[in-house]
């Protein structure tokens, strides 16, 4: 019994190719070639995948409304990173807060609020 590779997809394509990059690429020569994420942010919604917890930007109102009843500041709050792949499709800023709704198994919902960095 064989090994038969014929008709087999490699899902790694460029793993078995040198790459021919640039003269002064440090890839060049090499069997690796370096994967553009820039460009699989624009295929990947994050926001879509089942495990990814839903992420809401509160408005001005919203924030002021949240600090105030709870008797805290954002200072007091756990932080998030501008970069973050969830926050891409909210446009969010530095100073921001974010809800973010989870599913529980005692509570049904759990709501977490972050403050984005």
Known sequence: MGS???GSVN?????HRVHKG????PYRGSPI???DYTKMEDKI???KHVFVPKHIKLSDEEKKEFLESRNLSKAQLPQIE??????AHLDAKKGDLIRIT???PTTGEA???RVVI
Do not use: C, H
Not at 11 to 15: I, R
Not at 22 to 25: D, E, F, L, R, V
């Open 45 to 47: 919604n994050v926001q």
């Open 82 to 87: 501008k970069e973050d792949p969830a926050l």
């Open 4 to 6: 038969n590779n014929k």
């Open 22 to 25: 640039n003269a002064g690429s």
């Open 11 to 15: 899902p790694f394509p460029w793993t």
């Open 102 to 104: 989870r599913k529980s």
């Open 33 to 35: 070639r370096p994967v």
């Open 111 to 113: 709501m977490i609020y």
